[in-house]
Nanobody, 114 residues
Framework: QVQLVESGGGLVQPGGSLRLSCAAS????????MGWYRQAPGKQRELVAF???????NYVDSVKGRFTISRDNAKNTVYLQMNSLKPEDTAVYYC????????WGQGTQVTVSS
């Protein structure tokens, strides 16, 4: 069974940056579109960015121009570079396929606060 392990979260001031990583226990990235999701307290989990198997990317409007998703298939890893962070970006961040095929990992907490 595939395991997804997210890392790289933390506490950052508004305007700061973080780079999240998501490693899978086996190769799934080459055949799947991969996404980064987030869930803020009291809100539903939302897809914020995804990257297709061909490398095309798409972002929710609230993060366009600030977040960049990328992938390294050789390392079974997907990344999310987050710049110009805002307090409303505070959430637990998860990765999964675009259709959330696999069990959710533990996520990584991102807190944006001064």
């Amino acid at each position: 069974q595939v395991q997804l392990v997210e890392s790289g979260g933390g506490l950052v001031q508004p305007g700061g940056s973080l780079r999240l990583s998501c490693a899978a226990s086996r190769t799934i990235f080459t055949i799947n579109h991969m996404g980064w999701y987030r869930q803020a307290p009291g809100k539903q989990r939302e897809l914020v960015a995804f990257i297709t198997s061909g490398g095309s990317t798409n972002y929710v409007d609230s993060v366009k121009g600030r977040f960049t998703i990328s992938r390294d298939n050789a390392k079974n890893t997907v990344y999310l570079q987050m710049n110009s962070l805002k307090p409303e970006d505070t959430a637990v961040y998860y990765c999964n396929t675009y259709s959330a095929l696999y069990p959710w990992g533990q996520g990584t907490q991102v807190t944006v606060s001064s």
